[in-house]
């Protein structure tokens, strides 16, 4: 700590210091927002999903995940399509990638009759890579 002894001038002088309060306050604040926005931003249609024993695979950058609903209906992310809609719908989501791989999601009470019939429309649409989800078992290894 300094002590001035010089009482000569009343002058004062500029402070070149950068003051970092408001940059560290505002960091904060952003911090805040993205935490709370990062869990809203998933994309997520609720369905209960059956348990599988096979080891889980890595998770590709931006998946396309088709759902199959209990009630027959279909959505691709959080949008819901008809049956007759979904070979556009998957253009569009694709950016006509035939190529990408399609994530079904069926719920287990969602006949099999109904998932066998949007695998049929995946085909004829021309996506052959067609990946099934389902929860991961406590019993897999």
Same mark, same amino acid.
Request: no cysteine; hydrophobic share 50%.
């Given at each position: 700590?300094?002590?001035?002894? =010089? ?5 004062? %002088?500029?402070?070149?210091?950068i003051?970092? $309060? *408001? ?7 952003? #911090? ?7 869990? #809203?931003?998933t994309?997520?249609? *609720?369905?209960?999903l059956?348990?599988? $024993?096979?080891?889980?695979? !890595? &998770? ?20 819901t ?7 556009a719908?998957l253009?569009?989501?694709t !950016?006509?990638?035939?190529g990408? &791989? ?7 009470? %969602?006949? +099999? ?8 429309? #995946? &085909?004829?649409?021309? +996506?052959l ?9 406590r =019993?897999?290894?």
């Amino acid at each position: 700590m300094a002590i001035r002894l =010089d009482h000569g001038t009343d002058e004062l %002088t500029e402070v070149h210091d950068i003051n970092v $309060t *408001p940059f560290i306050d505002v960091m904060l604040v952003l #911090l805040i927002i993205f935490m709370v926005a990062a869990p #809203l931003a998933t994309v997520d249609v *609720p369905v209960d999903l059956p348990s599988s $024993t096979a080891q889980p695979q !890595q &998770r590709p950058p931006n998946p396309v995940f088709l759902t199959i609903k209990p009630d027959g209906t279909i959505a691709i992310g959080d949008d819901t399509i008809a049956l007759t809609a979904l070979p556009a719908a998957l253009v569009s989501a694709t !950016q006509a990638d035939k190529g990408q &791989r399609i994530f079904v999601r069926g719920d287990k009470a %969602t006949a +099999y009759g109904q998932v066998m019939q949007v695998m049929n429309v #995946l &085909r004829d649409a021309g +996506y052959l890579k067609v990946a099934l989800v389902g929860m991961e078992s406590r =019993d897999a290894k």
